[in-house]
């Protein structure tokens, strides 16, 4: 079962512009991983975020981390059309392992 | 490329038939994890192993079972599959085996289709 949900499900922009994406989960976590796929092939790690931390950089990704509202989002800024994929957060609770939402489809238009 | 090399990449069988999946982790990673993807379930833990033992279990079901070899390879096996088996396979790996507090390196995925 899944653990966040993200949210758009689907997200249109056209480069240039920002894009922001956000998960929400149920119950306490460790931590918080995003993941992209690019269509059909395997997820690409892009970041870590502890429970303890609110904000995370990485190149044009910007993460935060609200604990209070269980939600995190994904901010990509200055999109570019290789930036089409599925955005995917993954949480960690201390049981089992990663879990995935259902992803956030993210189209970059030229 | 992640590393970690997944074997075959597509497949198509019949309902009622077995297959079996291989997955080589990155070298020195010592823990691979199995995960399904299909449309209506997103993406579905199945099971981690951690140097030849099984650390953690998911929504594997009965029909379905894994195995890591001394060589880390792994083989996930699912047998009298059914029309909805069908789905992407994608095995991960990681250092460590601490499931959520490393990265996992994802593999290209096998696609099964059962017709």
């Known amino acids: 079962s899944q653990q966040g949900e993200e949210d758009p499900q689907a997200l249109s922009i056209q480069e240039g512009e920002n894009a922001t994406m956000n998960c929400s989960y149920k119950?306490?976590?460790?931590?918080l991983q995003w993941y992209r796929q690019n269509s059909g092939r395997g997820l690409v790690h892009l970041i870590l975020?502890?429970?303890?931390?609110r904000e995370k950089h990485s190149g044009r990704l910007r993460v935060t981390l609200d604990t209070s509202k269980k939600s995190s989002s994904l901010l990509i800024t200055a999109s570019r059309a290789a930036d089409t994929a599925s955005y995917f957060c993954?949480?960690?609770?201390?049981?089992?392992?990663?879990?995935f939402g259902k992803g956030t489809m993210l189209l970059v238009s030229p | 490329d992640s590393g970690v090399t997944q074997t075959p990449k597509h497949l198509i069988t019949a309902t009622g038939q077995r297959v079996t999946l291989r997955c080589s982790p990155r070298?020195?990673?010592?823990?691979v994890y199995w995960y399904q993807q299909s449309l209506d379930q997103g993406l579905q833990f199945l099971i981690q192993?951690?140097?030849?033992?099984?650390?953690a279990k998911g929504n594997i079901l009965e029909r379905f079972s894994a195995q890591q070899f001394p060589d880390l390879h792994s083989e996930l096996n699912l047998s009298s599959l059914e029309l909805g088996d069908s789905a992407l396979y994608f095995c991960?790996?990681?250092?460590?085996?601490?499931?959520?507090?490393?990265?996992?390196?994802f593999g290209e995925g096998s696609r099964l289709t059962v017709l």
């Open positions: 070298s020195g990673d010592l823990s």
């Open positions: 991960a790996s990681s250092k460590r085996g601490t499931g959520g507090f490393e990265e996992l390196f």
């Open positions: 192993y951690y140097n030849g033992e099984e650390r």
């Open positions: 975020i502890r429970s303890n931390e």
């Open positions: 119950t306490s976590i460790n931590n």
């Open positions: 993954a949480t960690y609770s201390g049981y089992s392992t990663l879990t």
